[in-house]
């Protein structure tokens, strides 16, 4: 198993940027393939990006239009989500989840942080 926590969440203005992290612990973080979703209020999970166990593959959704960084550190048990020009659109809670291989389904992910608000407003 694998226990992830979020954080760098936050409070910004439209046209910000803003850095995520998650912190991993337990099983070998270079195991898993790792993910970030967000869920808006009233909508469904939306697929953020992915990164492969070793970072070599990233993969986005839609909505990051290029605005959106996913990366990985292994030796620090962490990953990120560095997110660039904000908007609106973009206020979720953000959550991080382990897989064992890269995918764009929230199903395919067996372990899952509390995730970390995000607001954009000005």
């Known amino acids: 198993q694998v226990q992830l926590v979020e954080s760098g969440g936050g409070l910004v203005q439209p046209g910000d940027s803003l850095r995520l992290s998650c912190a991993g612990s337990?099983?070998?973080?270079?195991?898993?393939?790792m993910g970030w979703f967000r869920q808006a209020p009233g909508k469904e999970r939306e697929f953020v990006a992915a990164?492969?166990?070793?970072?070599?593959?990233?993969y986005y959704g839609d909505a990051e239009n290029g605005r959106f960084t996913i990366s990985r550190i292994n030796v620090k048990n962490a990953v990120y989500l560095q997110m660039r020009r904000l908007n609106v659109e973009d206020t979720a809670v953000y959550y991080c989840?382990?897989?064992?291989?890269?995918?764009?389904?929230?199903?395919?992910?067996?372990?899952w942080g509390q995730g970390t608000q995000v607001t954009v407003s000005s």
């Open positions: 989840a382990a897989a064992l291989r890269p995918s764009y389904r929230g199903e395919d992910y067996a372990y």
């Open positions: 337990g099983d070998t973080f270079s195991n898993y393939a």
């Open positions: 990164i492969s166990e070793l970072g070599g593959s990233t």
